[in-house]
């Protein structure tokens, strides 16, 4: 864990070399307060700011990644209030959704509600054995707000999704890992330093090819296969022309590691 800066913002801010790390650190249980979600739209702009390959959303908490929405906070709104900030926690969720960036969520310990929405925002979940993972919405006479009955069905589909969202119950880790709500099991207090090895190596590869990647893999799931095989074939031949084939070719050629471009137009060795 790192050290606790004297600052203590409610989220650190750990730019790294060609990824950034968002380290959620709001006690008791970091719960999604505004200025957790101000902390996260910080360190989504430092993402875009830097052209970074990857974010990795983590706890400085031990036993929670976040527990959810800020119910304290909740009490104190009216309709309206109750609107903005629901519409606050959307909209961020779907930039990090959205970001060129992969964003990977290290979760060791609790994510539940909202703080597990947030993890189903990224492109990735690395959980380890002590995770445990629920929308306990329906316990309050609310249900998951910020994506969660969307993204959650598309991730283990509709049978198992319902019984998630209609018991609230906690999913322990490898019954997530093997329904698919989390992508890679790992040892207890394993989960960011997956993360952080996962996030080095994207931080060596091209980021044209991470993009096309994920477009592939889009079109996969809303396209029949035909026209998402024309989607591959397109986003392939981009690469070659415009893409950086020419360096991995060189380079797997010259058995060396390939060097891409950064943001900057400077290199970072793939080795």
Request: net charge positive.
């Given at each position: 864990m790192a050290a606790e800066p004297a600052s203590r913002p409610a989220v650190w801010i750990e730019p790294a070399d060609g990824y950034v790390v968002?380290?959620?650190?709001?006690p008791p249980a970091n719960p999604l307060s505004p200025v957790v979600l101000d902390g996260l739209a910080e360190a989504a702009q430092a993402v875009e700011d830097l052209g970074a390959r990857a974010l990795v959303i983590t706890s400085a908490l031990d036993g929670f990644f976040a527990a959810g929405a800020d119910i304290k906070h909740m009490r104190t709104l009216d309709a309206d209030g109750f609107a903005v900030y629901g519409t606050q926690m959307r909209q961020l969720f779907q930039r990090i959704t959205e970001l060129e960036a992969i964003s990977i969520a290290a979760i060791d310990g609790l994510a539940l509600g909202g703080g597990l929405e947030l993890a189903f925002a990224c492109t990735l979940r690395i959980g380890s054995d002590a995770a445990r993972l629920g929308l306990p919405e329906v316990h309050l006479g609310l249900i998951p707000g910020a994506g969660?009955?969307?993204?959650?069905?598309?991730?283990?589909?509709?049978?198992r999704a319902l019984e998630v969202l209609l018991t609230g119950r906690q999913v322990p880790a490898p019954e997530a890992h093997?329904?698919?709500?989390i992508d890679r099991l790992v040892p207890a207090g394993t989960a960011e330093q997956v993360a952080l090895e996962i996030a080095v190596q994207l931080a060596r590869s091209s980021a044209p090819a991470l993009a096309a990647i994920r477009r592939c893999v889009e079109s996969a799931l809303t396209e029949e296969l035909e026209p998402g095989i024309a989607v591959e074939a397109a986003e392939e031949q981009a690469l070659f022309v415009d893409g950086e084939a020419s360096e991995g070719f060189a380079a797997f050629l010259e058995r060396r590691p390939p060097v891409f471009r950064t943001a900057g137009g400077t290199g970072i060795a793939n080795g």
């Open positions: 968002a380290r959620l650190a709001h969660g009955t969307q993204r959650l069905p598309r991730l283990i589909g509709r049978s093997a329904i698919g709500m």
